[in-house]
């Protein structure tokens, strides 16, 4: 995946200020090293090609790790502060110290210069691994393994607007989203993915007519949303090199990096990523859910609207849009009657009732 014009920007600038700071270097050895100008200029780009290669290295991972790893190795660090207050190098020193005069003929001078150097790789190899695997350890651990570490800590920006969301092209052309957040239940960023943004992009210039309808609906719902004061949303520029991969994993991805849910009306995209652990916001699920339950032997008041399978059926639609069917009522087909549920059946279409006209006891 291409960088984003302003990383590119700030390694053209790095990479002028390492040539900028090697013909300074140069310039200010003259009648003492005498490094040339040149010289300069390749050490200064050799530094700068260094530290851009290590930047590329480090694609997909955020600040949010950064700081993640940074906390890590603050506490893998005062570990190893804690060990060196032991002061093993003194014990090391009192066992070898004798040993080395007595049976070697090691002098004084010779057995200090030991243990000085014995004490600092001591030092350096426990502040080196410590930091490291508390580094490390950190980055594997969960928003969960941090509240069991700093009990009654919450991080600020998920106490108030939400843990982020991450959308796919789907959840997006769906068109649902925006009411869902403006209802109040839901709250966190939107997060869109450039490559979601790109593929949306792609079916509303070249997709068939369905799809090209629907990626310019979800084109529209998108500004929208990017208009609406009450919801926050945003494009990611990932910068993973994941053009290979299939857009799920993709989504996976960089809904695991952000720390984000997942938003998507996709069932197979919800059960894979459900399977890798991640928290998924299922757009149908919630339809599902809000969906009325009407129970056997309840009454319900329905505008009959044209005629059913069999001659005497007529059919209504219940405000969800569920199909119910009632029994000899052909003849008040245009009107609102009540009618008393007898039973249901759930159909690869959806959920069919039938019922029949209430009669007053």
């Not at 290590?54 to 190893?80: D, N, P, Q, W």
């Not at 769906?174 to 869902?180: E, K, N, P």
């Not at 459900?274 to 009454?299: F, N, S, T, Y």
Request: proline share 2%; aromatic share 6%; glycine share 8%.
């Amino acid at each position: 995946m291409a960088s984003h014009p302003s990383v590119n920007v700030a390694r053209l600038t790095y990479l002028l200020v390492c040539e900028a700071a090697g013909v300074a270097i140069a310039l200010s050895t003259k009648g003492t090293l005498d490094i040339s100008i040149g010289t300069g200029m390749l050490c200064g780009l050799a530094v700068a090609a260094f530290f851009i290669w290590i930047e590329v290295l480090m694609k997909g991972f955020t600040l949010r790790g950064f700081s993640t790893a940074s906390f890590g190795l603050g506490v893998g660090l005062f570990c190893a502060w804690l060990l060196t207050r032991v002061e093993i190098s003194t014990l090391l020193e009192l066992a070898f110290r004798d040993r080395l005069q007595d049976e070697m003929g090691v002098s004084g001078i010779q057995v200090d210069v030991l243990v000085n150097a014995l004490r600092l790789a001591i030092d350096v190899t426990l502040f080196a691994s410590l930091g490291f695997l508390g580094a490390v350890l950190a980055l594997r651990s969960n928003r969960d393994d941090f509240a069991f570490i700093i009990p009654y800590v919450r991080f600020r920006q998920d106490a108030s607007s939400g843990q982020p969301i991450v959308v796919d092209a789907e959840a997006v052309m769906d068109g649902r989203m925006l009411g869902i957040f403006r209802s109040g239940f839901l709250h966190g960023r939107i997060i869109v993915p450039r490559f979601v943004l790109d593929a949306l992009q792609s079916l509303a210039n070249s997709g068939a007519n369905g799809e090209k309808q629907r990626a310019q609906r979800g084109l529209d719902h998108l500004e929208k949303m990017q208009a609406a004061a009450d919801v926050q949303i945003s494009i990611h520029d990932s910068s993973m090199t994941l053009d290979a991969e299939p857009m799920t994993a993709r989504l996976i991805e960089t809904a695991r990096l952000l720390g984000a849910r997942l938003m998507t009306v996709d069932e197979n995209l919800a059960k894979i990523a459900k399977i890798q652990g991640l928290d998924i916001l299922h757009i149908q699920d919630l339809a599902d859910a809000l969906k009325p339950l009407i129970a056997v032997g309840e009454r319900a008041r329905i505008a009959l609207v044209r005629t059913g399978k069999e001659e005497h059926q007529a059919v209504g639609y219940l405000p969800d849009g569920t199909m119910l069917v009632v029994n000899h009522a052909v003849a008040k087909i245009g009107t609102t009657v009540d009618v008393t549920v007898v039973s249901s059946l759930q159909t690869a279409s959806g959920m069919m009732i039938f019922g029949e006209l209430y009669k007053a006891r």
